[in-house]
């Protein structure tokens, strides 16, 4: 099995993720699809593979729309 983990540093159950954050996430997500033609559906959360609150409640949603390839451009939860 390969895998590619990305880590976006900071305590998403306490703060939100800041719009350059998740902007700078998208374009890497993206890229990275790309080139090792990942499918948008195979971007998954570490707390599917392992008993974590990881990537925290205030990014979670935001992974979940990546992943659905809601509009391009996801903003910053609020």
Known sequence: ??????????????????????????????????????????????AEFRNTDCPGKFLRPWVDEYRKGAPERVSAPK
């Open 1 to 46: 099995v390969q895998n590619i983990g990305v880590c976006l540093l900071g305590n998403f159950d306490e703060e939100h993720p800041s719009a350059t954050a998740l902007e700078s996430l998208r374009k890497l997500l993206d890229d990275l699809r790309r080139t090792y033609r990942i499918a948008r559906a195979e971007v998954h959360k570490h």
